[in-house]
Each structure stands twice: as C-alpha cells, then as structure tokens.
C-alpha cells in the first residue's frame, strides 16, 4: 500500500466511504490507491472504475429486492431450462417472449401441460426477464389468488384489490386448475381477467385444457368467458413430455398412469 496507507487522510476516507454504505469502493481502493500511486492507473479512471463497482452492486441489490417483490417461489432462468429434454416446448418461441414483445402488446401466455413439465419453471423465467426489464411483475398461485379477492370481497375491498391486481405489468397465475374454484372465486377472477384484457399481459399455468375449464369453474359459461379473454391474444405452450422430476428414474420404471 502507498504512503496514504498509515495516514489520517486514509482513516478518514475509509471512514466516509464506510458511512455511505459504499463497500465495494472499500474494499477495492487500497488496490487502485497503489496503481495510482505506481503510476500503474490515472485518478479519474480509478475513480470511474471504484463507481462503476458500486452501481452494480447497486443494480444487484436493487434486481434481487424486486425479484423478491414479485413473489417467485423459486428462481429459475430459460438458461437453467433444458430444452432437449422436453421437445415439445418449442424453443424460438420461448425465447422470442423472453424479449418481452408481448408485454409491450398486452398479449398472453398459456401454458398447459401436466406437473412436472416445466410451465412454473417458464413462467417464473419468463417473469424474471421482464423484472430484469425493470417491468412490474406478480406471481400467484391461482388459488391464494382467488382466496385473496374473496377474502377483500368479504371485507368490502374488492374493487381495490382488483385494480391492485390489474395494474401490474405482467400478472403470473399458477396452476389453475389444481383446486376447483366456486362460483364467488370464479366471478372475481373474471373481473381480473377482464380489467387486465388488452391493457396488461397475464401468464397462466395451468394442468387442465381449456376445453376442460368448464370443470374447474363448474360453470360453462364463466369458463369460457375466462378462456375467451385469456386466449384472444395469447401464446399458447402445450407440454407434453415426460416430468422433469421423473427424469432420474430408471427407464423401465412404470410412472404414474401409465399401464402396469
Ligand atoms: P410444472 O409444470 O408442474 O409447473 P415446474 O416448472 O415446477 O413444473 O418444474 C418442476 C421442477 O423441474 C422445477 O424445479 C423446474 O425447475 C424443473 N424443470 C422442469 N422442466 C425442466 C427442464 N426442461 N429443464 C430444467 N429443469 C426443469
Ligand atoms: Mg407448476
């Protein structure tokens, strides 16, 4: 270290720097603090280096809070997504979304398959990206969903809380389908399907087929009135492959619903 190393100056500089909360600067500094006094490294490039190092500590901290605002219940990317696993998820087009056109559109994504398959996973991606693109996003299971509107209906709030859900930029709903939803629920998540439709892009995953909504809903005509909504502009995923979680089993295990 240079000669500031020992001085009162240093102790001081160290001690502001501690104060603003700027640690990487520092950490860093005794380093370029000799280049420059080598002669190794100009003043201001250290200087511009040591802030660079700070935004994207910055940038990090800020991406990992809104990641976490978003409600993920896992993080996962399109690149941790093996595709050669599961053919029937046509790559182009994920990765077209991943550029998040269809945000800009107010367009949809729909993801049916069976557990296992990877919708969740594409989702949560899918949402990942638009939240690195600085885009308000929110993941909810469908059914906490649905919990939710009834539960701000029965206290009086529902108008607000479906403006809440309405408003964000991308609203990711997982897994309808797996819990059957009554009347009440299937009234308030049409309200939310149409106050989001052709303003704000939705993603829903979904194990059952949208001819199949009928029976989830238990009532034809609101299902198809959901569907109709979701699907007028809409990507639509089918998976069809084997679960990533049976990936490990021997060949010849017989996996669930397969004949013996
Ligand atoms: P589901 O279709 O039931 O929503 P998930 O997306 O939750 O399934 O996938 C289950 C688990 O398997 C997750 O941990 C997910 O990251 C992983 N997974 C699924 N498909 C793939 C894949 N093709 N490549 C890598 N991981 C995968
Ligand atoms: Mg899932």
Request: proline fraction near 3%; charge should be negative.
């Amino acid at each position: 270290m240079g000669s500031l190393g020992e001085s009162s100056t240093y102790v001081r500089m160290m001690n502001s720097l501690e104060a603003l909360g700027l640690d990487a600067m520092a950490s860093a500094l005794p380093g370029y603090e000799e280049m420059v006094s080598n002669g190794e490294m100009g003043f201001c490039t250290a200087v511009m280096e040591l802030a660079a190092m700070e935004v994207d500590r910055k940038n990090g901290k800020e991406m990992e809070r809104r990641v976490k605002s978003a409600g993920f219940p896992y993080v996962k990317t399109l690149d941790d997504f093996d595709f050669g696993f599961q053919p029937s998820v046509h790559k182009p087009t994920v990765i077209g979304l991943s550029s998040l056109g269809f945000l800009e559109r107010a367009e949809n994504v729909l993801l049916v398959g069976n557990p296992g398959v990877g919708k969740t996973h594409i989702a949560i991606a899918l949402g990942v990206e638009a939240v690195r693109a600085r885009k308000e996003v929110r993941f909810i299971d469908c059914a906490r969903l649905v919990a939710d509107l009834k539960d701000a209906a029965s206290r009086g709030l529902v108008e607000k809380r479906i403006k809440y859900y309405a408003h964000c930029t991308l609203l990711i709903i997982d897994e309808l389908g797996y819990l059957d939803i009554d009347d009440e629920g299937a009234d308030l998540l049409f309200r939310l399907v149409s106050a989001r439709y052709e303003h704000r892009s939705t993603i829903v995953t979904t194990n059952v087929g949208i001819g199949a909504w009928a029976d989830v809903f238990g009532d034809a005509v609101t299902a198809s009135a959901i569907a109709d909504r979701l699907v007028h502009h809409c990507t639509l995923l089918k998976i069809t492959g084997p679960s990533y979680r049976m990936k490990d089993l021997p060949r010849d295990t017989k996996r669930i619903g397969e004949e013996a």
